[in-house]
């Protein structure tokens, strides 16, 4: 295989698997017949047309689902990915503590609360791949270990999500795997953060504090083709940035936030559910 032609089967990616299935092999045949000869890159001009294309096939998938089914499936990304901020946090506090914190030793609790995450990861992966059923029974298991095991003030938000994953995963229609790509960084992004919270390497704290940013920027950017990844992250923002903080103080007696540190990124959040209900409206077709 020519470079040329491994780099436009690679651009082939922008398509959806059934598309390329169908008429993946008439494209690359499109697409090498209109490269000069010695040519290892396919043109500029090929590359927009390939990846536009890509993106308005993926686009049309969606519409094709009524209003009700696309916000159903945008609220089960967000709770989702609100409990993966959660489970993130969690595992990579625990990981900090094994290696820097107790590193002879276990604080009790801190193994039921890894379990609990555990449990909560299994019923976050189910919603994507398993039935209805699968994600039940770990859903509960790690509801009940997490109140169990930890304050039950806070425990209540990633119990009251872990419900509400279960309730939104009872729909026949399921999320789409290239989500898994999302909900996957910021995963990631969370436990790295967490678990380079040591002092000495407080820099990468710093640096992967700001990643959740940027790929909700890309989701923002997204929202021309598919507004639903928009509208879970709009879920998961008033989630883990809002009632986080308002369980916070109800649990702990603190006084409320400076009216800027409240008011401001409310207002940022209402603004992007709003324009992303919007433009999922639109790109339904019911």
Avoid: K
Avoid at 22 to 48: C, F, K, N, V, Y
Avoid at 133 to 151: F, R, T
Avoid at 161 to 184: F, K, Q
Avoid at 219 to 238: E, F, N, T
């Amino acid at each position: 295989m020519s470079a040329l032609e491994w780099r436009c089967r690679w651009l082939l990616r922008a398509y959806p698997a059934w598309y390329r299935h169908q008429r993946g092999e008439e494209m690359l045949g499109t697409l090498m017949e209109a490269s000069p000869a010695g040519r290892r890159w396919p043109s500029p001009r090929d590359i927009r047309a390939m990846i536009i294309g890509g993106l308005r096939v993926r686009a049309g998938q969606h519409q094709r689902l009524s209003t009700p089914v696309n916000l159903r499936l945008a609220g089960l990304l967000g709770v989702a990915l609100a409990l993966l901020w959660l489970i993130g946090n969690n595992l990579g506090g625990d990981i900090m503590f094994w290696t820097h914190v107790y590193p002879a030793g276990t604080p009790a609790g801190l193994g039921l609360q890894a379990a609990a995450s555990l449990l909560a990861l299994a019923a976050v992966l189910a919603a994507w791949f398993a039935p209805w059923p699968a994600v039940a029974a770990p859903a509960a298991a790690g509801a009940a270990l997490w109140v169990y095991s930890g304050d039950r003030v806070m425990a209540s938000q990633p119990a009251f999500l872990l419900v509400l994953l279960v309730v939104l995963a009872m729909g026949r229609e399921r999320m789409p795997r290239s989500w898994l790509i999302l909900a996957g960084l910021l995963f990631a992004f969370t436990v790295l953060e967490q678990a380079t919270a040591a002092p000495r390497l407080y820099f990468l704290f710093t640096a992967l504090s700001y990643a959740p940013w940027v790929v909700l920027g890309a989701v923002i950017l997204w929202a021309a083709v598919d507004a639903r990844p928009a509208v879970a992250m709009a879920i998961y923002l008033a989630s883990n940035y809002l009632i986080f903080t308002l369980i916070g103080y109800a649990g702990y007696g603190a006084a409320p936030a400076a009216a800027w540190e409240w008011y401001l990124p409310l207002a940022g959040v209402t603004v992007l559910g709003a324009s992303a209900l919007w433009r999922l409206r639109r790109q339904a077709v019911l």
